[in-house]
């Protein structure tokens, strides 16, 4: 078996690009998310890759696309405002259907904010924040083993659906160190060539043109419907999320990322008190596992949702389950700490108790 190592976060998301077969990266350097080019400008050049520390974020994500085009696996990462500069460009690939990773390891805003840990940018993720009707794919890790394992699976979704995915995690999943059990990459058996890529296989004197410049009658409604008859596939075939004490609970809390950590430690709390309470973590934030939601609450159960902001995952949840009562509780980031088990307790017990 090989050893386990204590790493940070970061070095996880690194460190399974790399195994997964990421030779390109594009990237500028921002807290809390530096870790990740600093580990990789040291070891991607051991492989035979190309590390290039980009003049900007809206450089790095165009020199993105150019590789993802070339059928290469290419990934950039940033924070927070950094993710917003790439926007245009996370649309262009989009509309072009380039794969590739970008892991956003947010930080507080709006604006320049702070570095505190926040889980504000879900709308900016889940919802395409740039310009165009598009979707990417959202894995959110909780833990040092998931952010390993789910940059893995989040280039070969990217690459199985020709859609670009992102790894959204925060400060405190980043910096943090735990145990990571490293693990052999293998390809999925399914994974289709990139005979679409500009080096890719073609018949002599074909030219192959990726682009998202639609200028014919009905090419770009053709090229949109298209998109979206994907991310309905995506909806029946990808959604992951965890369950824990969910057969007999009368409330369901529900959180992700490093939130769910401090969410789940309140559930156990809860039921040693003897509350019937349990937890329902979106691990796939896009696809959204609404279905999951349903079930979860056939007997009418209520919903407390629990995030490191004002309010943005409970809309999907509410949507998920129109009729359901779905309380909030958030704190916005700055506020000098984290949330704590015991105060999350406390509002599993005055909506128990209600």
């Not at 051991?46 to 993105?64: D, R, V």
């Not at 999943?173 to 390809?187: F, N, R, S, V």
């Not at 796939?284 to 596992?289: E, R, V």
């Not at 490191?308 to 999907?316: A, E, I, R, S, T």
Request: hydrophobic share 40%.
């Amino acid at each position: 078996m090989t050893k386990r190592l204590f790493v940070k976060g970061n070095e996880a998301v690194a460190m399974g690009a790399l195994e997964a077969g990421c030779r390109y990266y594009f990237g500028y350097p921002i807290t809390p998310q530096s870790d990740i080019p600093e580990y990789i400008s040291r070891e991607l050049p051991k492989l035979g890759g190309e590390f290039i520390q980009a003049e900007s974020e809206i450089a790095s994500i165009n020199m993105l696309l150019g590789a993802s085009a070339c059928g290469a696996r290419a990934m950039t990462s940033s924070s927070s405002p950094g993710i917003s500069l790439k926007q245009e460009g996370v649309s262009y690939m989009a509309g072009s259907e380039c794969p590739g990773l970008i892991v956003n390891i947010c930080r507080s805003g709006p604006g320049l904010g702070g570095i505190d840990a926040s889980q504000a940018d879900y709308f900016q993720a889940t919802k395409g924040g740039g310009h165009g009707g598009y979707h990417i794919i959202v894995l959110a890790p909780a833990s040092v083993q998931e952010m390993y394992d789910l940059t893995m699976l989040a280039f070969d979704l990217s690459d199985r659906y020709r859609v670009p995915a992102m790894i959204l995690a925060d400060a405190v999943i980043g910096q943090m160190k735990e145990a990571l059990q490293p693990h052999p990459y293998t390809a999925p058996a399914d994974l289709e060539p990139k005979n679409w890529a500009l080096i890719g296989e073609g018949r002599a004197g074909e030219q192959k043109i990726v682009k998202s410049l639609y200028l014919g009658d009905g090419e770009l409604e053709a090229h949109n419907n298209k998109l979206h008859a994907k991310y309905a596939v995506m909806q029946e075939k990808e959604v992951r999320y965890e369950t824990v004490a969910l057969a007999d609970a009368q409330l369901i809390v529900t959180a992700y990322g490093s939130t769910a950590r401090i969410a789940k430690t309140a559930v156990r709390l809860a039921r040693e008190e003897g509350m019937k309470v349990g937890l329902l973590r979106p691990i796939s934030l896009f696809p959204f596992p609404k279905a999951a939601y349903r079930q979860a609450t056939q007997q009418g159960q209520r919903i407390l949702c629990f995030e490191l902001n004002n309010g943005q995952m409970v809309d999907d949840v509410r949507l998920a389950v129109p009729g359901i009562e779905v309380d909030f509780y958030g704190r916005p980031p700055g506020a000098g700490s984290l949330p704590t088990p015991e105060e999350f307790l406390a509002q599993i017990r005055s909506r128990y108790e209600a």
